[in-house]
């Protein structure tokens, strides 16, 4: 069988917790459209400040194991294909680039340097070739 074809044909993907903060699995699931299935007590999501998951994935306790089938066949087609929806929404806003996850990673501190600074970029210390280097979060308005 092809990994890839089958996680695409599929509507709901166990999502087992890794061994550090996350899980590569979580990612494949989002980037196949499939919605995860999270029994990981504990476990912060990536983007939690800027993500409403309980929109896109079904968590639950780890001990709900063996209700997983249960519990995914008790969920409408309705609410499969926005769950779906939001799943690919997902991929593609926050996790499809690099530079989309650093500016996700980014987000919550432009938004505390919006609320704080006139003007919000960080900045280094001054160099002798051009002064002063800026990095800004967000195109100023």
């Known amino acids: 069988f092809d990994y890839q074809e089958l996680l695409h044909n599929s509507s709901f993907c166990l999502v087992p917790r890794g061994r550090r903060l996350g899980s590569f699995r979580f990612l494949e699931a989002l980037q196949a459209a499939c919605i995860p299935v999270l029994l990981s007590n504990g476990w912060e999501l990536p983007f939690s400040e800027v993500i409403d998951w309980s929109k896109a994935a079904i968590i639950g306790d780890e001990r709900l ?7 995914t066949r008790s969920v409408g087609s309705d609410r499969i294909l926005a769950l779906r929806q939001q799943t690919q929404f997902l991929w593609d806003a926050y996790f499809s680039s690099v530079t ?3 500016l996700t990673t980014l987000e919550p501190l432009r938004l505390v340097s919006s609320q704080s600074y006139p003007n919000p970029c960080f ?5 002798v070739l051009n002064g002063m280097t800026c990095v800004w979060i967000f195109p100023p308005d």
């Open 123 to 127: 900045c280094s210390a001054p160099n």
């Open 100 to 102: 989309k996850i650093v």
């Open 65 to 71: 194991l063996l209700q997983v089938p249960s519990i």
